[in-house]
């Protein structure tokens, strides 16, 4: 039995000062962990070398080689691809969609590191919140999450299952078969779904409602409702007989009779054209995309006769965020467009984007736009390819209001990062190569085939992920070395004596809980593991028991935003301390009590 | 079909024509109908809308608005009836107040001034002279209203399809032309025509409810149902114009979409 020192209690006192901190927000999170690595090494709790051991550990650099990974997937539009079929089976309500992704990423991360699943599906589920409009913060909590609890399905899920073995081979008790630990990994995955689908809109922050009161927030909302005013995109099909005893229609007649801009139509046999010119005749049996107000669009349907789609299916690509988009662009001062028409400036034909509005002094103008002669300070809302709006923005004339920083997509590059990812994954589980080596060697393959520049692998990491890991690593390494992790498990386990097996492993696993939240979960399972061993065997509990109990706790990492997963989620969902405090503790004890039940009712 | 409006002088057998005109083609004939519709309509005495028709603008019109008012609300009943098809108009300006219309067959009615100076003076009992003298200037008046309001004189032949002199042509002679001519492929109503027809009458019909609130200076274009209101007030005057614009919309259903163009120039077209 270690005795208290002075370094333990400056230690805890830490550990209080880093979760104290955490709560109250008083700086971001990210600082706090810069504020442990800096401090620690001051009070010679840690070396300096040990301080910042953390920013080259294997957690770390996997995280950083698995974000830009993700980029990589993302520029070359392999996750769109991906997204479709999810939105196409799991349809477009939240919470399908949050159980569908859910399980799948349970799915993944039970055979492969948590963060790893976890990473892979990040871009994904931000066009997906995107593309739907559901607030981020409602669907990568209860993802990330799963991607955790995942991790229990199997013996390979996560490092402390792995490692548990190992760590009962001093003990001679008999190893966990690959499979032994599904059924409660199973139950546990289910609950964890169950819970946000059921308590989500109670326990979920309310969409990044923190930022919405800033102006920027504001006028992003104003933004949306000029966008909103303007409809969305919506695909026709035309009728056999459309032109038939009747005047050519252009899409100039369309726009001037039912203020609906076409925006693209395909050509027969399957010639796309995007921002057609005002003259283009529509013909028979054509798929048009339109931009327009519902009724507007319903009654053309009605009218004409067109097939109204449910969803955009052949410009799906071309329409995607990524492609092509909506800009307000300000006609300048000095500008050559101030006193002309439109239709003398004729932006379609120049440049085939497709103006859908102009706003001057707070009203919109939708209906016949050539006529209306520009003025400074009219903003036009463009709809086009970036690539086309980037032309005009560099002509000069129009300042663009809304930052063209939409990045081109590399679709040709899809076949490279497709492979470069499959290298990585292979190299994890056939070669059993230290993930942070394979990954890196994924991410390094998508630079050098030039799916990804350097610079934008540089950017796409979020230095914010990469500090709070980093800094809790020296908190965790103090912990253990300091004997602080020890003498609290043996303090906490002498203090409740001999007891009912049932009520030791319930302790054992709230104690794994604590651990986990503030050292590494492999740190808390070495420790841990030997101490509950010799507990059960002293309590006459089944010992595997107990150690099963460490390794399942120690993935139970919700209320604070420590696990690496939480931490990658952290600043993409625009979440705070506080919001996984309170969907953590309530995921957490559901966690201790269906584990619990689970290994009392099975084993 | 087709609508016909006759555009004469007085005394020049122009009424005449256009009846029977109208019981050979089995139309409606429509002429002071139109101002006791618009009169029993917007509420204003029927003698006021005759001298807004009649009498050119006058200084004070500048200030009192009071025949662009009477003018719009003209047209609205016009072409209200207008829509309905089937119709021969006769009366001053009619060829004007449906400009724009491409199923409109355009007919001028011209007689002597002698005959028309007899036929005064057999009606009012006047003296040859006073006769003579009131048809002139009533000639007159009715060449400055077109001129101040739209620019254009009712004696150029080339606003008409047909002029007809009634001198050697009798009326009947005047009716089979008429008749005939009505029959042409184009003056059939289409459904472009009727679509047309439509959207003046809708534009007419904004123009006029935004004049019965004392809004003038307006012009207002209608096409497919998107209406477009002009006025040359600057932005900020026009806001309060928008306000009595949101009720309108309400109560004509057939209007699509309305959009107010402060400080722009009135389009050619627009009513």
């Not at chain 1, 005013?229 to 056999?240: A, H, I, K, M």
């Not at chain 2, 309905?84 to 219309?101: C, F, P, Q, S, T």
Request: with cysteine; net charge neutral; aromatic share 6%.
């Amino acid at each position: 039995m270690p005795t208290l020192t002075a370094e333990m209690i400056l230690v805890m006192i830490m550990i209080g000062v880093a979760v104290f901190l955490f709560i109250v927000e008083w700086v971001r999170v990210d600082v706090v962990a810069i504020l442990m690595m800096v401090t620690l090494p001051l009070l010679h709790l840690v070396t300096p070398k040990e301080a910042f051991s953390g920013l080259s550990s294997n957690a770390v650099v996997s995280i950083i080689a698995v974000i830009i990974i993700g980029a990589g997937l993302d520029k070359t539009g392999v996750v769109n691809r991906l997204v479709g079929p999810i939105l196409k089976v799991a349809g477009k309500s939240q919470s399908r969609i949050v159980i569908f992704i859910s399980l799948t990423v349970a799915f993944i991360s039970s055979f492969m590191q948590n963060i790893g699943a976890a990473a892979l599906f990040l871009p994904a589920v931000q066009r997906i919140s995107k593309n739907l409009k559901i607030p981020i913060g409602k669907l990568l909590m209860p993802i990330g999450f799963s991607a955790i609890l995942g991790g229990t399905v199997t013996l390979v899920g996560s490092s402390p299952l792995i490692l548990l073995n190992d760590l009962m081979v001093p003990f001679k008790l008999k190893p966990f078969g690959l499979f032994d630990v599904t059924p409660v990994g199973l139950a546990l995955v289910a609950a964890g779904i169950a819970c946000f689908v059921f308590f989500g809109r109670f326990i979920l922050p309310g969409g990044g409602k923190s930022d919405e009161s800033s102006p920027a927030a504001e006028e992003r909302q104003e933004e949306n409702q000029i966008i909103d005013e303007l409809g969305r995109p919506w695909e026709l099909t035309t009728p056999e007989d459309f032109t038939h005893y009747r005047e050519p229609v252009t899409v100039d007649a369309l726009r001037r009779r039912y203020l609906v801009n076409v925006v693209g139509m395909v050509e027969p046999p399957d010639f796309k054209v995007l921002g057609p010119a005002p003259d283009q005749e529509i013909r028979s049996g054509v798929d048009l995309v339109v931009y327009g107000q519902e009724k507007d669009v319903r009654r053309m349907a009605s009218e004409e006769g067109m097939e109204l789609k449910e969803d955009l299916e052949l410009f799906k690509g071309e329409l995607a965020d990524h492609a092509s988009g909506t800009v307000e662009a300000v006609v300048a001062p000095r500008s050559n467009l101030a006193g002309k028409t439109l239709n003398q400036v004729d932006l379609t034909e120049r440049f085939q984007v497709t103006p859908l509005a102009v706003y001057r002094q707070g009203v919109v103008y939708r209906a016949e736009l050539g006529d209306l002669p520009l003025r400074v300070g009219d903003a036009i809302l463009l709809h086009g390819t970036w690539k086309r709006l980037e032309l005009l923005h560099d002509e000069g004339s129009l300042l663009f209001t809304t930052p063209l920083d939409a990045d081109q997509l590399r679709p040709e590059k899809a076949m490279f990062a497709g492979i470069w990812l499959a290298v990585a994954l292979i190299m994890v589980i056939v070669f059993k190569i230290q993930l942070s080596v394979c990954l890196m060697t994924g991410a390094l393959g998508m630079i050098l085939t030039r799916v990804l520049s350097i610079d934008e692998a540089y950017q796409a990491v979020d230095w914010r992920t990469v500090f709070l890991l980093g800094g809790l690593i020296p908190l965790g390494i103090a912990t253990e070395k300091t004997g602080t992790a020890a003498w609290i498990a043996h303090t906490v386990l002498n203090a409740i004596g001999t007891v009912e097996s049932i009520v030791l492993l319930a302790v054992i696993g709230l104690l794994a809980t604590v651990f986990t939240l503030v050292i590494s979960n492999v740190g808390a399972t070495v420790l841990l593991v030997p101490l509950v061993v010799n507990m059960a065997l002293a309590a006459h509990t089944d010992p595997r028991l107990a150690a099963l109990v460490v390794g399942l706790a120690t993935s139970n990492s919700f209320i604070l935003p420590t696990h690496q997963v939480n931490a990658l989620y952290m600043g993409p969902g625009r979440y705070r301390s506080v919001d996984f405090m309170k969907a953590g503790s309530v995921v957490s004890i559901i966690f201790l009590v269906v584990m619990i039940a689970m290994l009392y009712l099975f084993y | 079909m087709a609508i016909i409006t006759i555009s004469r002088g007085s005394y020049s057998k122009g009424r005449e024509v256009a009846e029977k005109v109208a019981q050979r083609m089995g139309y409606k004939v429509v002429s002071r109908d139109v101002l006791l519709e618009a009169s029993e309509k917007f509420h204003i005495p029927e003698v006021k809308l005759v001298r807004a028709i009649h009498d050119a603008p006058s200084v004070l019109e500048r200030f009192t608005h009071g025949k662009y008012c009477y003018l719009a609300f003209i047209r609205a009943a016009l072409t209200e009836r207008a829509v309905k098809d089937d119709l021969v108009y006769h009366g001053l300006a009619g060829h004007l107040l449906l400009k724009g219309v491409p199923h409109v067959l355009k007919v001028r009615i011209i007689a002597d001034l002698e005959a028309r100076v007899a036929a005064e003076m057999k009606r009012e009992n006047l003296t040859q002279s006073q006769a003579r003298a009131l048809l002139i200037k009533d000639d007159a008046e009715r060449r400055k209203w077109t001129q101040s309001l739209y620019g254009a004189d009712p004696w150029d032949a080339s606003l008409y399809d047909l002029v007809i002199h009634i001198n050697q042509l009798t009326v009947d002679d005047a009716v089979d032309f008429i008749v005939q001519a009505a029959g042409r492929e184009c003056f059939k109503t289409t459904a472009d025509a009727q679509r047309k027809i439509q959207d003046l009458a809708l534009a007419c019909r904004v123009k006029a409810s935004l004049a019965e609130e004392d809004c003038v200076d307006i012009a207002v274009t209608s096409e497919f149902g998107n209406v477009l209101v002009y006025t040359k007030q600057d932005d900020r005057r026009a806001h309060r114009l928008e306000e009595k614009l949101k009720p309108l919309v309400k109560g004509l259903p057939e209007i699509n979409h309305l959009e107010l163009r402060p400080g722009q120039p009135f389009p050619p077209e627009a009513c």
